[in-house]
């Protein structure tokens, strides 16, 4: 099978393989031995590099003893590895797609997106993320904890030692939002106003005037990685769509450059929150 760039899905697909064979008590060696594999093969799955067929999965879960729902899951991610797009539905107490998400965005060295309803999950206070999950109906009272640490975990990536570098465009609208009271928008645009000064954060306010483009594309999140294809997220209130083909990363991309020249200069947008935050904003 062929070596191929790396993507997010092979990468996923990789390290799941590795940890099964750790908690099988197996190394690379023996492993190898029992499925009749060069080692570098193994190595190239690990690492995304080379393609995982179903047959040398099924052979490679055996050797290591995974059955269940461990097994399906990892089959199901095989099965998708050449599409051009995927999706993870709500399983447990916090879903699979809020798991795979926190894990791309701590990856990425580059952030760029668009939010058109709400505050970008990064940059959104302690009480606005509680506000947005209580009022949000398809998430179950037992879950709403957990989706807030999902939340506020998602804030860290952007203030680790080596963080992404960030673009958010925000729309108007969302700012606007009546999420909470005035006292808790008003903390929250305070504190984008903190959020934008961060070296590695900009943010551009997309003015409602200006925001056909915006309205078009809809909301998304282009994730650039070092050793990674870029992937393109865009996030639902039960799901997240990982879109990694080549033209329609470069479409999102269109997307961020016709923004680029519509949106509020970082310094206009920080005047902008400024008001919002003091009630000055008409």
């Known amino acids: 099978m062929e070596k191929r760039e790396p993507t997010i899905r092979a990468r996923e697909l990789g390290e799941s393989m590795r940890l099964a064979m750790v908690m099988a008590n197996l ?5 190898c031995a029992e499925l009749g594999w060069s080692k570098s093969k193994l190595s190239r799955m690990f690492l995304g590099t080379r393609g995982v067929s ?3 999965l099924v052979d490679f879960l055996r050797v290591c003893g995974v059955t269940g729902a461990e097994r399906d899951r990892m ?6 590895l050449r599409a ?3 999706s993870r539905e709500q399983a447990g107490r916090l879903p699979r797609h809020l ?3 926190i894990d791309h ?3 990425a060295v580059t952030i760029r997106g668009l939010d058109l309803l709400v505050v970008p999950a990064p940059l959104q206070t302690d009480d606005y993320a509680r506000a947005l999950v209580a009022a949000d109906v398809t998430v179950p009272p037992n879950e709403r904890d957990a989706r807030v ?3 506020l975990t998602r804030r860290q990536f952007i203030k680790r030692d080596l963080p992404p570098t960030c673009v958010f465009h925000i729309a108007e609208a969302a700012l606007r939002l009546p999420v909470g009271g005035h006292d808790l928008r008003a903390d929250q645009a305070r504190d984008l106003v903190r959020m934008s000064e961060r070296r590695n954060i900009t943010i551009r306010v997309v003015p409602t005037e200006r925001g056909v483009t915006a ?5 998304f999140r282009l994730l650039e990685f070092a050793d990674f294809k870029p992937v393109v997220c865009v996030e639902s209130e039960t799901s997240c769509q990982f879109i990694e083909g080549t033209d329609e990363v470069t479409g999102y991309r269109a997307v961020l450059a016709a923004l680029a020249e519509t949106a509020l200069t970082p310094d206009e947008s920080r005047a902008f929150l400024v008001a919002l935050a003091e009630g000055r904003a008409g």
């Open 75 to 80: 089959l199901a991610v095989c099965a998708e």
């Open 215 to 219: 309205s078009a594309a809809g909301s």
């Open 84 to 86: 051009p797009a995927w």
């Open 105 to 107: 965005e701590e990856q």
């Open 54 to 56: 179903h047959a040398d």
């Open 99 to 101: 798991h795979a998400l």
């Open 27 to 31: 190394n690379g060696v023996r492993a």
């Open 149 to 151: 640490v999902a939340k």
